[in-house]
């Protein structure tokens, strides 16, 4: 089973729509991220976590939001999609502010 | 600000051949630096790392030297194989109060053919 695991894999929905995205993790990490890859900008951060208490925002957070249901769970949403939120989405974890971050395999999102 | 600029792709090497990817830095400070590796499909994979000036990051057969004189952090491999066609991430962690974060370099297209 992977450590980092994100679903759904691939998501089509319509403007407007409100949107989950989810996250869970089995390498204990206390760190957790959210991060959208756009072609040619490389990865944004959205939000991060260190615990179930502490949510930060990161680089691009408005239009989004983060719930930190446990430490191995950590969900994005999507309040109303609008179509510049295609992308693909990844979660990460880490041990350490320093340390190396471990993703998932992604999430492509199409916002028609 | 703070941010990364790598080499933009796509770049294409025949097996066996040199490669360099370029990738300079700002940031106030000493940032630890990474390279990332991305296969078709999949997440993010950490390549190599190095946290203080002059150190030198390797794993399997790549490197890059951390130069604080240059602020770069080239990646290099002596001799490419077709399983290295991926998209590479040049990074910088940087502090946010008590928190540090990755600011990513936009990301180099790899391809190597037989």
């Known amino acids: 089973d992977a450590d980092v695991t994100q679903t759904p894999r691939n998501r089509i929905t319509k403007t407007g729509k409100r949107i989950m995205l989810e996250c869970s993790q089995t390498?204990?990490?206390?760190?957790m991220y959210w991060y959208r890859q756009d072609p040619g900008l490389g990865l944004r951060l959205i939000y991060y976590?260190?615990?179930?208490?502490?949510?930060n925002k990161g680089e691009i957070s408005d239009g989004y939001s983060v719930s930190r249901q446990a430490q191995a769970k950590f969900s994005l949403s999507l309040e109303s999609a609008i179509p510049n939120q295609t992308a693909l989405y990844f979660c990460?974890?880490?041990?350490?502010?320093?340390?190396?971050?471990?993703f998932g395999d992604g999430t492509r999102l199409s916002i028609l | 600000g703070n941010s990364v600029t790598q080499m933009e792709g796509p770049v294409t090497l025949s097996e066996e051949a040199f490669l360099t990817i370029n990738c300079t830095y700002t940031?106030?400070?000493?940032?630890?630096l990474f390279w990332y590796v991305q296969y078709p499909g999949e997440g993010l994979q950490l390549l190599l790392k190095?946290?203080?000036?002059?150190d030198k990051g390797s794993n399997k057969g790549f490197e890059a030297t951390y130069r604080k004189e240059t602020t770069s952090f080239h990646l290099e491999k002596g001799s490419v194989q077709v399983s290295d066609s991926a998209v590479y991430f040049c990074?910088?962690?940087?502090?946010?109060?008590?928190?540090?974060?990755?600011?990513f370099g936009s990301g180099t297209q790899l391809t190597v053919l037989p």
């Open positions: 990460a974890t880490s041990d350490l502010w320093t340390g190396p971050q471990h």
């Open positions: 390498k204990g990490h206390d760190r």
């Open positions: 976590s260190f615990d179930v208490k502490d949510i």
């Open positions: 940031a106030t400070g000493y940032p630890s």
């Open positions: 190095a946290t203080k000036a002059d």
């Open positions: 990074a910088q962690s940087l502090s946010s109060g008590s928190a540090r974060q990755l600011t």
